[in-house]
Nanobody, 116 residues
Framework: VQLQASGGGLVRVGGSLRLSCAASGRTFSNYTIGWFRQTPGKEREFVATINRSGVRKDYADSVKGRFIISRDNDKNMVYLQMNSLKPEDTAVYYC??????????WGQGTQVTVSS
């Protein structure tokens, strides 16, 4: 499986963006998928995760109630709907596939910038 994140951009405080994670490969539905973000000088931060069926979703406290993760296994896609964006959401966002307990496959990131 290979992953590619897209959909980032520049948005004002309070605005919305939807990130997409496109996956190649027929085994996409076997993986839990997570979204992470990173800003310069800081460690990569967990944002959200969705299990293989799409039933179980978990969020970081900092985005709970504002972000929604979803997936479409038929299209090999995972989405991150980001609402009520704040300046502190500014980061490069990555999607990753988890096998067991580890995230083993990472896509290239997409930049999200929230301006005040």
């Amino acid at each position: 499986v290979q992953l590619q994140a897209s959909g980032g951009g520049l948005v004002r405080v309070g605005g919305s963006l939807r990130l997409s994670c496109a996956a190649s490969g027929r085994t996409f539905s076997n993986y839990t998928i997570g979204w992470f973000r990173q800003t310069p000088g800081k460690e990569r931060e967990f944002v959200a995760t969705i299990n293989r069926s799409g039933v179980r979703k978990d969020y970081a406290d900092s985005v709970k109630g504002r972000f929604i993760i979803s997936r479409d296994n038929d299209k090999n896609m995972v989405y991150l709907q980001m609402n009520s964006l704040k300046p502190e959401d500014t980061a490069v966002y990555y999607c990753a596939a988890r096998w067991g307990k580890d995230y083993v496959l990472w896509g290239q990131g997409t930049q999200v910038t929230v301006s005040s």
